[in-house]
């Protein structure tokens, strides 16, 4: 199946601090997805992006399917976006999710 | 109710109990997907269903049964479980004559005592 490696593994901000999150994949897919995951549990949608630049509020995301990784970039952090934030590619109907990036955003 | 939900949202059971999950989508799709989630794991696929069929089984075993009675609803039968199998369940649906996006639902909580 496809691989999907996601750095940094955690990461830890101070409010108001922008971050960048990456995702690498290892063969061509049709879709990416973000997600971020509450403390809930929930997986709530972000991004579907399989190329090119895409901006919602604060955060934005840019796939670059050709060199096979993804950016999720969050500007002016707050506290609300602490939580795990998951990149998932798939080629048909089975997502392949990477091991996920714990975000942490300090007041 | 809008989205995917799932009921109930938190389950404690014992390893002799029979119990079922609920999980119901609102968006006209077609493909509906059970996944777990451990703790400090990567989310792990158990089934797909395409239009009322099975076309996924992860490897799960038998102690899962998951049935699908129409594209609006997923059931996850659970009997004679191990505390291993404490985890997070999650549903998702998708389209298949579209993109694959993905949606999730809440999540049931599961604890196996």
């Known amino acids: 199946g496809i691989q999907v490696e996601q750095s940094p593994p955690d990461l830890i901000l101070q409010e108001g601090a922008n971050s960048t999150l990456r995702c690498n994949f290892s063969?061509?897919?049709?879709?990416l997805q973000w997600f971020h995951q509450n403390p809930w549990g929930q997986l709530i949608n972000l991004f579907y992006i399989p190329s090119g630049t895409k901006q919602n509020g604060r955060l934005s995301a840019t796939t670059v399917a050709t060199e096979r990784y993804s950016l999720l970039y969050i500007s002016s952090s707050q506290t609300t976006d602490s939580g795990v934030y998951f990149c998932a590619v798939n080629d048909d109907y089975k997502l392949s999710f990477g091991a996920g990036t714990t975000v942490t955003v300090r007041a | 109710e809008t989205g995917v939900t799932q009921t109930p949202r938190h389950l404690v059971m014992g390893m002799t109990n029979k119990k079922s999950l609920k999980c119901e989508q609102h968006l006209g799709h077609n493909a509906m997907y059970w996944y777990k989630q451990s703790a400090k794991k990567p989310l792990e696929l158990m089934f797909v269903?395409?239009?009322?069929?099975?076309?996924e089984n992860n490897s799960v075993p038998s102690r899962f049964s998951p049935e699908c009675p129409n594209s609006s609803h997923l059931f996850l039968h659970l009997h004679t479980l191990q505390p291993e199998d404490s985890a997070l369940y999650l549903c998702?649906?998708?389209?298949?004559?579209?993109?694959?996006?993905?949606?999730f639902g809440p999540g049931t909580r599961l604890t196996v005592t």
């Open positions: 063969d061509s897919v049709n879709n």
């Open positions: 998702a649906s998708s389209s298949r004559t579209s993109s694959y996006e993905q949606y």
């Open positions: 269903y395409s239009l009322e069929e099975r076309v």
